[in-house]
């Protein structure tokens, strides 16, 4: 059963957010602002951080200005490390070397065998033929049954930066701090990382959609701003967080279309960084003798910077992954869709896998789960529907809807086209039978779609750690670091356990 921390603080919670709902559709009206809002006053906000104070340098894009749509960038330090070699040049095996993952301050702690999860179903490579794997294997395995069941599967963070004051030098990859005056006009600078397109070190670029039952939550939020964090340093991944519009200003499709916006923003920014590259490289031996020539961005008729300097020297866009928590897995999987039916159109972003962490999905046939658990803490089935009422429009309302059950007939594209999913389920979720469910038709067309439950877990609990404080958070995020690896690393399975 979860802590009684977390009944109380779910009692508060969902007092709260139902009488908050209750006011929104009372007062909402008829007249929908295009612009809209991505966060609410009463959301505690993170500040940005672009200068890696711990580990991770954050900065706010507002990427369409005719809409309030925007992105928080998180880079991690390791983005400074050496460039990685290519998986065809590594002719000599590689040796085996223990995982450390990071905690959520940054620190190196190795994962001792007695914390991993007991797998179901068929185990991967690396856990068949791992040479390292402890004579108690088999008593680890029953201690940490605990922790989370998974079914269905089919299948050195090096700190080479060095601080200089504010300054960051990487390996081949010089980096100058930006002097900005601050806004307060003191006149200090403000230092933060800028870095030399050159032989950067590229990472995967995961984009990742918060919670919030559509009509709150935030990119920016403190809590989602920790979660992010832990992700980009687990993952070794730049993630791009949307700060999509909220309900009931923008009801559907806008968060929809918020999502595909970024995408495509994305396939941008890559089309303008090759642009800008081959641009710089016709001009000769001469530019390379100005410093400010190496960032070789291109400039539009406003004089306004069009590539984003950190997506360029560091996104991979071949390696694009899609994370949705809550209502945000219903839009990474519209936009994971969508991007199947555009096939070579996104050129070059490919999304490679999709994870969903406790979608929100619902359906007019209920489930075990959403009979049994339908009072369970903190989205109970009442709130949800009312978050449903605000976001739908009136005339489309329905528990059928293509944005709330992904199983309707007729949906497409078919699902055997779907990227790897992973679905993460909480034990005490009243919407986890469903998503268990879609993962199944997954799986049935042969699509890896492993299901990860958490026992003694509620809905956001691996979002919402800095609040109620769940040692499955940590477990989670790790759990989710081994999977995406396995389709963003060059080396493989190299990293799984």
């Known amino acids: 059963m979860p802590s009684v921390t977390v009944k109380l603080y779910s009692v508060f919670f969902k007092l709260l957010l139902k ?8 007062s909402q009206s008829d007249d929908s602002d295009a612009f809209g809002v991505t966060s609410r006053p009463e959301e505690s906000v993170a500040a940005v951080n672009p200068s890696f104070a711990d580990g991770v340098a954050t900065k706010d894009i507002h990427i369409d200005p005719f809409t309030s749509l925007s992105v928080r ?4 330090e390791s983005a400074l490390s ?8 590594q002719s000599r095996p590689r040796a085996r070397i223990p995982f450390k993952s990071p905690d959520l301050n940054g620190n190196s702690q190795s994962n001792q065998p007695s914390s991993r999860r007991h797998s179901y179903g068929t185990p991967t490579a690396a856990a068949r033929d ?3 794997k402890p004579s108690n294997f088999e008593e680890s395995s029953r201690l940490s049954l605990g922790r989370r069941n998974s079914f269905g599967s089919s299948a050195a963070h090096p700190h080479n930066a060095k601080l200089n004051g504010n300054h960051y030098t990487g390996f081949s990859n010089d980096a100058e701090s930006l002097s900005l005056r601050s806004s307060d ?5 403000y230092r933060g990382y800028s870095p030399l397109i050159g032989n950067a070190r590229k990472l995967p670029v995961l984009l990742q959609f918060h919670g919030g039952g559509w009509v709150s939550g935030s990119n920016d939020s403190v809590v989602n701003d920790v979660f992010c964090r832990r992700i980009a340093k687990l993952c070794d991944v730049i993630v791009v967080a949307v700060g999509y519009r909220l309900a009931p200003e923008n009801k559907y499709p806008a968060a929809f279309e918020d999502g595909m ?3 495509n923003w994305l396939a941008k920014q890559a089309n303008l960084a090759e642009c800008s590259k081959s641009m710089g490289s016709s001009r000769g031996v001469a530019a390379e003798s100005k410093k400010s020539d190496l960032h070789r961005h291109i400039i539009d008729t406003f004089g306004a910077q069009m590539v984003e300097p950190w997506l360029a020297a560091h996104g991979d866009p071949s390696r694009c992954i899609l994370l949705g928590v809550s209502c945000g897995a219903n839009i ?3 936009v994971a869709r ?8 996104l050129d070059p972003i490919k999304v490679v896998a999709q994870v969903l962490m406790y979608p929100f999905f619902m359906g007019s046939v209920p489930t075990h789960s959403e009979i049994k658990l339908a009072n369970s803490y903190f989205y109970d089935k009442d709130t949800c529907l009312l978050a449903w009422k605000l976001f739908l429009p009136e005339e489309e309302f329905s528990l059928d809807h293509p944005a709330a059950n992904p199983l309707i007939p007729g949906r497409g594209p078919p699902l055997k086209l779907m990227p790897p999913t992973l679905t993460v389920v909480a034990e005490h979720d009243w919407m986890r039978d469903r998503a268990i469910a879609y993962s199944e038709e997954l799986r049935k067309v042969n699509v890896d779609a492993p299901v990860y439950d958490y026992k003694d877990a509620v809905h956001e609990f691996a979002t919402l750690d800095m609040l109620i404080k769940t040692p499955q958070a940590q477990a989670c995020a790790e759990d989710i670091a081994i999977w995406v690896k396995k389709y963003i690393s060059f080396r493989g399975h190299e990293f799984s356990y």
Do not use: M, T, W
């Open 332 to 334: 990474a999987d519209y």
């Open 82 to 89: 050496p460039p990685e070699p290519d998986s065809k040049s």
């Open 261 to 263: 916006k970024v995408l």
């Open 338 to 345: 969508k991007a199947v039916e555009a096939g070579r159109l």
């Open 185 to 189: 006009g003191g006149g200090l600078p």
């Open 73 to 76: 960038i998180f880079l991690p």
């Open 130 to 132: 791992d040479p390292g």
């Open 19 to 26: 009488h908050r709902l209750q006011n929104r559709i009372q």
